[in-house]
């Protein structure tokens, strides 16, 4: 029931919000927010990790003769992912306070949405249920980059519409063929679905066909060109949200929808899966360094550390499986407020070419803290949330390969290249004219980035409550992965 | 008090004079930051002395203090825990004490700057992150404390950040430092899956049992680590330009501290060394080629702070050719003397350049043994310990890593004796250069010599006594002394003995040849002493200012071998055109092509349908009808051609 | 159930090709004829000789299940007749003819 609350608080509240007008929307979409994350919180307080089973769960008959319930629950990743989802929604909210977008009642309606299609995605028991979650969630967000997106959004959120619808069909295909498997009349639950039983040949097809989806959504080397476009393009905080929180869709379809239905699959094709997420680490991460506009840059970034996520998730060990999952909490801290920090300096200076900034520290000392924190945590220095992540992420690559960890660990010494080269261009050196009259950043400003700052301290010094939260559901995925 | 609090509040007091000043750095008057700043760090250093008397009144038991568990997976733990015994002892010694020193010189070297409250909370938050380097009980501990200073080197060498170029040395100090670190990480990740531990105490209890290969991969990964951070070749060329940041810190992370993080590391992993002997041998090869490169290079620097580095560099060099004979303790003992007397000499130098407003080229120096009574003499004494060319406490130390080094190998000990006359060479040549001769400054500079305020003499003064008697810890027994540095260490190496008793087997020299090595090392100082003299004394030559010709080989030398410059075309210059090459060709031309190849590929085919599209109502009737006509005959084909 | 001999009294083939005869006049006329008024009349016919068939067929298996269907088809018939009249009002409106092959505005 608790669930199913997540998913109805923000849907309900974004049906009613286009009927009221003016600034006051703005307050209300930051409420509910609040409010959906007190639940959620709530929820955490009610939790038990150690019960594999989905918790909170609800089950209603959709379409009871074809075996289809609109279904959900929590297992630890959902629950961890759905408080990624309601930490950021009213920071990415309270971003938008002191800037005023048009028709901002519709604007902050679709973040909510995007809120309940993100919850239901994260939640849903069912395969029809999780379809229709996946793609509701692309459309709001479709919208927010078309409307409010900068001068080339049209052909760039089309080429996004189109690359992600792609890859849907092929899932809705798998989907379907999976459930016409199930025995008897048929049913899509998710516990029905992990007991079909595919000859090895078909499992290869099946997992392209939910890979393919999965891989766009994340993305993975060579289906990303959408995303450096796409994030620069859209409003900052449908970037956040696409960056923050949408990104992990993939590797939570990986988690959930890919590896318990075909572990033969799985087995066949993780190693060359780990290559492509190699390449794009290496490749995403090059490509960064010559980066002069600021979002395209974390944009790279955010690239190169989905790679090793999946790179991770694929290597089929727990740490790399942990490491995955704690690194998407971290990634989606670090990243939305990496954005952020882009969205408050291209406020102040309306660019962001990089080229241009330059010697920001000596008007911004707040805002240079919180900057380094994040880039710092972005590029996985001990003691913060990003090191947790990608210490576990590599030493299950390790294990997997170690070749392939040695060379995904690269990755640690290109972050430290690009991130660096960013903040020096744009914090230190001598000031412009540009950025001499830059002010340090507002109040509000500041309550977004310091609940960011302080997550990624205290996921970096005390990782330990979180892993717990997540271990048995990881252990139990990976007992169906790889049949031990 | 209780052990473990005290234990515990050791790394704690920095990191709560870090947050003070982090925080209120904007808020807090200067005095109130250095006192800050200097009493957490002297409080360090006090719980150190306490913790140390409690270690020796124990009968010197290990002590393990566990502050949490901070990662656990599956079965595999990770501990945020400390260990105290002789090794984390001596360091811890040395951080603090040399550490509240330099805060001290810092309060009234900093004094004018800005930024004072910044600089404090950066120099706390150094020694945090070495204090968890060498208190952690675990590799991964020491990996954060690690990774810590090199964030805090990073930070200060582009402590002044407006100026581009001190902001690059600091860049390329984090990104070298990491390309060690990432060989440190895949050494941990290689501990993690052969020993599922990364405790030492588990570790090293059961190193034996692993296969050498393995250990040898092992201990290389781990050295590659050290190469980064204690600047060894080929990742030594951040160093020099490391000296962009504030003297005080050139002094404490850049000669005294951080850097010998390298060898702390491999005397604390000596078992895992020991059992892997070629690994052993390249750090004896490695440290030896980068004591001599750097000490010529230092030969012919001009810029007071970069002869330092240089020296640091080799100095470095040279502790880990006495690792690489397992001279461990000779090592340990180097890295004490050198923080004591490297620590005196930077901070000598900052005298200097503090008197001479922030001139740093030796050339426009000279005669300032007047000015600078204090700076001078200390200064003296800093070098004379250096060159070993009296038995100050330099004289020991390196005394005794040759002497290790002569029984592994006569050749090496040429070559590292060789290298020792370059050291006599350079720094007198700089000594000189700085303090006799002729004042050739300018007349701005003149009227403003002073000697330092008592807060930067100070330091000075106790640096100074600790260069001269320093070598006293490990006073050798062929002059009656008790080596009390190698007894005390002596537990230290018991793991190692026994998995491989063998390798501590080793010839003992007579007294006679002992004080044949001893006479010959001296020797050679001093002729480069007396070289140095008449040439930059008695003849008054000074180097030649930049841009006259000079002969091709000192170019090159004086040009650091373009090391540089070789680094940026293999490495720099390549990925920024692959960089290039993926964004604006790859990434255009071979995947988006494809992507938007299929969509072009859709739009020819809906042109060529498209053309049905006549408009024509009656055309789409007559289409329709064919249809259902078709659709007919296909259904009850059979049923009429039967 | 046995059907009433006056209903067999024309066999049910005669009602068949009687109302395929009338569709087929139905087809050629949309074809061929471009007024819209013929057009929709054509079209009826082709509504009205299923209508036919479905009549026949209930009659002849006596199940009035078909004859249900011609009254539904009526309904729609007649709606349709009135929107697609409607539209060709509005057509001879605008256009001043009723002429289909010049409503071409479709064409690619």
């Known amino acids: ?484 | 008090m209780n052990i473990s609090t005290s234990v515990l509040l050791i790394p704690l007091l920095p990191l709560l004079g870090f947050i003070i000043n982090g925080l209120g750095f904007r808020k807090i008057s200067k005095g109130l930051a250095s006192i800050v700043g200097t009493a957490t760090v002297l409080g360090s250093f006090l719980l150190s002395i306490y913790t140390f008397n409690y270690f020796l009144s124990n009968n010197s038991q290990p002590i393990t203090v566990t502050a949490f568990n901070w990662l656990a997976v599956g079965d595999f733990h990770i501990s945020f825990s400390f260990l105290i015994d002789q090794l984390s002892l001596l360091m811890l010694l040395v951080v603090t004490g040399v550490g509240t020193l330099i805060h001290l010189y810092s309060s009234g070297y900093m004094h004018h700057d800005e930024g004072f409250g910044k600089f404090f909370a950066f120099l706390n938050l150094f020694i945090f992150s070495m204090l968890l380097l060498v208190m952690g009980s675990n590799y991964v501990i020491m990996f954060f404390g690690w990774e810590g200073v090199g964030l805090c080197s990073y930070l200060l060498i582009g402590f002044w950040n407006k100026n581009k170029s001190y902001g690059n040395a600091a860049r390329k100090a984090f990104v070298m430092n990491r390309i060690g670190d990432l060989g440190f990480l895949l050494g941990i990740f290689l501990i993690i899956a052969h020993f599922g531990s990364v405790e030492y105490s588990e570790i090293f209890g059961r190193a034996a049992s692993v296969d050498t290969a393995t250990l040898t991969m092992i201990t290389a990964f781990l050295f590659v680590g050290a190469m980064g951070k204690s600047a060894q070749i080929p990742l030594y060329t951040w160093l020099p330009d490391a000296m962009a940041g504030p003297t005080p810190v050139s002094a404490l992370i850049h000669a005294a501290t951080m850097v010998t993080a390298g060898i702390y590391m491999v005397i604390r992993s000596n078992v895992l060394y020991t059992l892997a002997p070629a690994t052993l041998e390249w750090v004896g090869i490695i440290g030896l080629a980068t004591a001599l490169l750097a000490a010529s290079i230092g030969i012919f620097q001009n810029d007071i702070k970069k002869v330092l580095a240089y020296s640091t560099v080799s100095q470095l060099g040279y502790m880990f050719m006495g690792l690489g004979v397992m001279a461990y303790s000779a090592s340990m003992f180097h890295v004490i003397t050198h923080a004591f007397f490297k620590a005196l000499l930077f901070l000598g130098a900052g005298s200097v350049i503090h008197a001479m407003s922030d001139e740093q080229d030796i050339r426009h120096m000279g005669g300032l043994s007047k000015s600078l009574r204090i700076t001078w003499i200390t200064f003296l004494l800093g070098t004379i310990a250096i060159t070993a060319v009296l038995p100050l406490s330099g004289f020991f130390s390196k005394d005794e890593i040759l002497m290790n080094v002569y029984m592994h190998s006569p050749l090496m000990w040429g070559l590292g004796v060789l290298g020792a006359a370059m050291t006599s060479f350079y720094m007198f040549r700089m000594f000189f250069l700085t303090f006799h001769g002729t004042f050739r400054g300018t007349d701005y500079q003149r009227e403003h010599l002073h000697e330092s305020p008592i807060s930067m003499t100070l330091p000075l003064m106790i640096l100074a006594v600790l260069s001269v008697i320093g070598g006293f810890i490990n006073f050798p027994e062929i002059f009656g002394g008790q080596a009390w540095l190698a007894n005390f260490m002596e537990p230290l190496f018991a793991n190692a003995k026994q998995a491989s008793p063998e390798a501590f087997h080793h010839a003992h020299l007579s007294h006679s040849e002992e004080f044949m090595l001893m006479g010959v090392s001296v020797g050679v100082a001093i002729l480069s002493l007396i070289i140095a003299y008449v040439m930059y004394v008695s003849r008054n030559t000074v180097p030649a200012e930049e841009g006259t010709p000079i002969p091709a080989v000192q170019k090159v030398v004086y040009n650091k071998y373009y090391v540089d410059e070789i680094y940026d075309m293999l490495f720099i210059k390549p990925i920024s055109a692959l960089s290039y090459f993926f964004y604006q060709v790859f990434e255009f031309f071979v995947i988006d092509l494809l992507v938007n190849g299929i969509g072009k590929l859709v739009k020819q085919l809906s042109n060529l349908t498209r053309r049905f599209q006549t408009g024509t109502t009656g055309f789409y009737v007559f289409a329709m009808v064919i249809g259902i006509v078709v659709i007919l005959l296909v259904n009850f084909w059979g049923f009429l051609f039967r | 159930m046995e059907v009433p001999d006056v209903i067999k009294t024309i066999p049910l083939n005669w009602y068949i090709f009687f109302a395929t005869f009338l569709f087929c006049i139905g087809v050629v006329g949309v074809l061929i004829r471009r007024n819209a008024l013929i057009v929709l009349m054509c079209v009826e016919l082709m509504l009205n000789a299923v209508n036919l068939l479905f009549t026949s067929f209930s009659a002849y298996r006596s199940d009035p299940q078909g004859q249900i269907f011609v009254f539904f088809i009526m309904v729609v018939a007649a709606a349709e007749v009135s929107v697609g009249l409607a539209i060709i009002v509005m057509l001879y409106r605008n256009l001043k003819s009723v002429d289909v092959g010049i409503l071409n505005k479709l064409k690619w």
């Open chain 1, 1 to 484: 029931m608790l669930t199913l609350s997540l998913i109805l608080i923000p849907a309900i509240a974004s049906l009613l919000l286009p009927f009221i007008k003016g600034e006051i929307t703005k307050t209300i979409a930051f409420v509910v927010a609040l409010a959906e994350l007190a639940v959620a919180l709530f929820a955490i307080s009610q939790f038990s990790p150690d019960i594999v089973t989905p918790q909170f769960a609800y089950d209603y008959p959709w379409i009871a003769s074809m075996g289809v319930h609109f279904s959900g629950g929590m297992d630890g990743i959902s629950m961890l992912l759905v408080l990624l989802t309601t930490i950021l929604t009213p920071l990415i909210v309270l971003s938008t306070f002191g800037y005023s977008y048009n028709h901002s009642s519709a604007f902050y309606a679709l973040i909510l949405l995007m809120e309940a299609a993100l919850i239901g995605v994260f939640t849903s028991q069912d395969a029809f249920v999780f379809y229709l979650f996946w793609e509701a969630a692309l459309i709001p967000v479709y919208f927010l980059a078309a409307i409010w997106g900068g001068e080339k959004r049209i052909a760039i959120t089309f080429k996004f519409f189109i690359y992600t619808i792609f890859g849907s069909l092929f899932m809705l295909v798998a989907l379907v063929y999976l459930y016409m498997q199930t025995p008897g009349s048929h049913s899509s639950a998710i516990a029905d679905i992990y007991k079909v039983a595919l000859d090895s040949h078909t499992q290869s097809w099946v997992f392209w066909a939910l890979f393919i989806a999965f891989a766009i959504k994340m993305p993975i080397f060579p289906f990303h060109t959408w995303q450096p476009d796409t994030y620069t393009e859209s409003p900052t905080p449908a970037t956040m949200l696409l960056s923050g929180i949408m990104l992990k869709m993939g590797i939570y379809g990986v988690i959930r929808w890919l590896l318990p239905i075909v572990p033969a699959g799985v087995a066949q094709w993780s190693t060359t899966v780990i290559i492509l997420s190699i390449i794009g680490i290496i490749y995403g991460s090059i490509i960064a360094i010559q980066q002069k506009d600021l979002k395209k840059l974390l944009a790279y970034s955010s690239f190169a550390h989905v790679g090793l996520m999946a790179a991770g998730v694929f290597s089929l060990t727990l740490k790399g499986m942990q490491g995955a999952v704690i690194q998407m909490l971290a990634h989606g801290i670090n990243v939305v407020g990496l954005f952020f920090v882009a969205e408050i300096i291209q406020r102040r200076l309306r660019t962001r070419d990089i080229d241009r900034m330059g010697g920001i520290t000596q008007n911004t000392p707040v805002l240079t803290v919180f900057f380094m924190i994040l880039m710092l945590g972005s590029v996985a220095l001990p003691l913060t949330n990003g090191f947790v992540g990608e210490f576990l992420l590599l030493s299950g690559v390790y294990e997997f390969n170690h070749w392939y960890g040695a060379i995904a660990g690269l990755t640690i010494i290109f972050g430290a290249v690009y991130m660096l080269k960013m903040f020096q261009g744009v914090m230190f050196g001598e000031q412009n004219h540009w950025t001499e009259k830059v002010t340090d950043i507002t109040l509000t400003e500041s309550a977004v980035l310091l609940p960011l700052v302080v997550l990624v301290f205290w996921m970096g010094v005390a990782p330990g409550s979180f892993l717990k939260l997540t271990e048995p559901a990881v252990i139990q995925i990976l007992q169906l992965a790889t049949g031990k």
